[in-house]
T-cell receptor, first 114, second 112 residues
Framework: DTGVSQNPRHKITKRGQNVTFRCDPISEHNRLYWYRQTLGQGPEFLTYFQNEAQLEKSRLLSDRFSAERPKGSFSTLEIQRTEQGDSAMYLC????????????FGPGTRLTVL | ELKVEQNPLFLSMQEGKNYTIYCNYSTTSDRLYWYRQDPGKSLESLFVLLSNGAVKQEGRLMASLDTKARLSTLHITAAVHDLSATYFCAVDWGSTLGRLYFGRGTQLTVWP
């Protein structure tokens, strides 16, 4: 059980550029979640997947955001035409029914939009 | 939408002292989680509380859940410096797959 991994750990980009983050969940965890955390706040839910199906998206997930989990394993989160307000820590978590709804978080990707 | 409120948001305490962090939430739920976050790091799961009256203890931390009052507490006993971190409560509501609603966190600093 190697834990949730995320890449890259840090990303600095210029406003208007596209960025993509990757999350690898714990092996055999079929549920995967994306959250966003800004300074001084708790994580805010963005979206989640069960296997490859995206089952819920938050209103925070504007049209510029898209998430995929094509084979039910790793997931990607893409932000198009980044804005300074997108600067945040993007956290991925995974869970398995065997552990109920307890979610295990990855180290996060810190995005800075200049 | 579910609201989760923690207080205090900032807590500075001396080593050896006791204190309690409170987590209130606005809608009935019987699944509550406590996480710890160190600066620049991700969230570490501390406690999972899944029923009314649930109490769990790990070292100097003890968490409890009162679903009728919509309140969870995280009690710190004889604080030590290593407990300095931000503590979040999170509530699972309205979803069978565990969408979590987080409080703003309590930033705890323990000083000698």
């Amino acid at each position: 059980d190697t834990g949730v991994s995320q890449n890259p750990r840090h990303k600095i980009t210029k406003r208007g550029q596209n960025v993509t983050f990757r999350c690898d969940p714990i092996s055999e965890h079929n549920r995967l979640y994306w959250y966003r955390q800004t300074l001084g706040q708790g994580p805010e839910f963005l979206t989640y997947f069960q296997n490859e199906a995206q089952l819920e998206k938050s209103r925070l997930l504007s049209d510029r955001f898209s998430a995929e989990r094509p084979k039910g394993s790793f997931s990607t989160l893409e932000i198009q035409r980044t804005e300074q307000g997108d600067s945040a820590m993007y956290l991925c978590a995974s869970s398995t029914p065997r552990r109920g709804t307890e979610q295990f978080f990855g180290p996060g990707t810190r995005l800075t939009v200049l | 939408e579910l609201k989760v409120e923690q207080n205090p948001l900032f807590l500075s305490m001396q080593e050896g002292k006791n204190y309690t962090i409170y987590c209130n939430y606005s809608t009935t739920s019987d699944r509550l989680y406590w996480y710890r976050q160190d600066p620049g790091k991700s969230l570490e799961s501390l406690f999972v509380l899944l029923s009314n009256g649930a109490v769990k203890q790990e070292g100097r931390l003890m968490a409890s859940l009162d679903t009728k009052a919509r309140l969870s507490t995280l009690h710190i006993t004889a604080a030590v410096h290593d407990l300095s971190a931000t503590y979040f409560c999170a509530v699972d509501w309205g979803s069978t797959l565990g969408r979590l609603y987080f409080g703003r966190g309590t930033q705890l600093t323990v000083w000698p």
